[in-house]
């Protein structure tokens, strides 16, 4: 997992210039059990173990990696978050949990999580029916093993009110630097909580914005079907990606000297730095990134920057490297790793002065 990114992160899914990923999560939780936080140990074991039989007749076993994450290391926790593959708060809690994880990362099972199962797939680009297809298939054949908490009236029961209903979460990843540049990002956001659509960070809920990557997701769920869930969603996106077009082109043709020698910065930095943070390095990667989306970088793919965007983060530097490293150790390995994998483009890969 380590050296090998998921699919949704191979940037051939559609408008994956500016639409990273389509995720769609399911919350759910069994009829005769206990919420989590009001659940025994007992309650948290043998909760485990009836999903765990439900989740492994999904796939061909040797395609699903089962992982106990209570007996993970801290790094490798960091690692699945990093990864999009748990939440931070599974990370963090305590007790009996797990996570089931396809091989091709399209697809993880969270278990005994703030609802006893969240089930999440997700696909690189815009790509929401492929994506509810998909979920809508696990979720079924789990249902025909489990019983769910259903109400007539309300739907699914989730241990948070604001899940109960269909207890879906319609998401997706933009990128939007332009939109940033051109301070046209805080007008976008205003309009988008006018019609009950949450904007968060990279990390989901109550994460920043880093590198200008923005999930935009639905906020309601009770009186809602899946369908107008991810119909609202589907409408709204291709609207914010005009809108991010529009930025772009702006850029290029009122800025074209300023834009280029942001990129060009950029891509210096991550190509000569000698010590660089995080944080500095999703900055810089997003510039590379619209630089090479708009043309003014030849012969760097966007797959290459995606997986630099993930291979930089502080957990996945640690795994790559076998050791545990302290944040100023973690600084200089990641511009080690930075200018070993953007050397190779370094004499094809100039930027374009036109």
């Known amino acids: 997992m380590t050296r090998n990114p998921g699919q949704w992160l191979q940037g051939s899914g559609p408008e994956s210039d500016i639409v990273i990923s389509s995720r769609i999560r399911l919350a759910r939780n069994l009829a005769d059990f206990p919420f989590v936080g009001q659940a025994s140990e007992a309650d948290h074991q043998r909760i485990e173990e009836v999903l765990k039989n439900a989740v492994l ?19 490798d926790r960091q690692f699945l978050v990093e990864r999009h593959l748990i939440s931070r708060e599974h990370a963090e809690s305590q007790g009996i949990r797990a996570v089931a994880i396809d091989g091709g990362e399209r697809f993880s099972i969270m278990i005994n999580e703030e609802d006893h199962l969240r089930i999440q797939v997700m696909r690189s680009g815009l790509s929401l029916d492929e994506t509810w297809e998909e979920i809508n298939r696990i979720d079924d054949h789990i249902e025909s093993n489990v019983t769910y908490a259903f109400h007539e009236k309300l739907g699914y029961l989730t241990a948070c009110p604001t899940n109960v209903g269909t207890g879906m ?24 909580q006018k019609i009950s659509l949450a904007v968060r960070g990279l990390y989901g809920e109550g994460s920043q914005a880093m590198g200008d990557f923005y999930q935009i997701s639905n906020q309601i769920t009770l009186g809602r079907s899946e369908a107008d869930l991810i119909q609202q969603v589907h409408d709204i996106v291709p609207v914010i990606i005009d809108y ?12 074209h000297e300023n834009l280029h020698d942001r990129v060009s910065r950029a891509y210096g930095i991550l190509r000569t730095a000698q010590t660089i943070s ?45 050791v545990e490293l302290e944040e100023s150790d973690r600084n200089i390995e990641r511009a080690r790793y930075l200018r070993r994998h953007l050397h190779g483009h370094a004499k094809g890969n100039e930027l374009e002065t036109n």
């Open 244 to 255: 991010e077009r529009q930025a772009r082109d702006f850029l290029i043709k009122e800025s």
């Open 278 to 322: 995080s944080e500095e390095t999703m900055h810089l990667l997003s510039s590379v990134r619209m630089g090479v989306n708009l043309g003014l970088i030849s012969d760097l793919e966007i797959p290459v920057l995606n997986e630099l965007f993930l291979q930089t983060q502080p957990a996945h530097l640690q795994k790559l490297t076998g």
């Open 169 to 192: 979460r319609v998401s997706v990843m933009l990128h939007l630097p332009a939109l940033v540049l051109t301070r046209q990002i805080d007008k976008v956001f205003r309009s988008l």
């Open 57 to 75: 007749g999904i796939e061909d076993t040797s395609r699903l990696l089962y992982i106990e994450v209570e007996d993970l290391a801290s790094v």
